[in-house]
Nanobody
Framework: QVQLVESGGGLVQPGGSLRLSCAVS???????GQWYRQAPGKQREWVAT???????NYAETVKARFTISRDNAKNTVYLQMDRLKPEDTAVYYC??????????WGQGTQVTVSS
């Protein structure tokens, strides 16, 4: 069974940065990694993808501000978030698996962008 544990959320001022981490355990094979987010009163939306071969893709709302990456040696997927805006406030979820979207979800980590 694959387990995902997110960390790195918190409160940040507009224009600031945060880095989210998603530690993947229970799998010895490289899998696709994604981040989603869900703001209050809204549906969960896709944010970014990094495939098992390292290809990346981003939602238009975060392109050029967010960077997804992976460290295969540490079985960890990251989301570097720069130039954060209040509308980025949401619970961020890690998603991973052998399909897209993946079969496994983390518990979520809160990101709040506010002055």
């Amino acid at each position: 069974q694959v387990q995902l544990v997110e960390s790195g959320g918190g409160l940040v001022q507009p224009g600031g940065s945060l880095r989210l981490s998603c530690a993947v355990s229970g799998s010895t094979f490289r899998i696709n990694g994604q981040w989603y987010r869900q703001a209050p009163g809204k549906q969960r939306e896709w944010v970014a993808t990094i495939t098992r071969d390292g290809s990346t893709n981003y939602a238009e709302t975060v392109k050029a501000r967010f960077t997804i990456s992976r460290d295969n040696a540490k079985n960890t997927v990251y989301l570097q978030m720069d130039r954060l805006k209040p509308e980025d406030t949401a619970v961020y979820y890690c998603n991973a698996g052998w399909r897209l979207p993946g079969e496994f979800w983390g518990q979520g980590t809160q990101v709040t962008v506010s002055s």
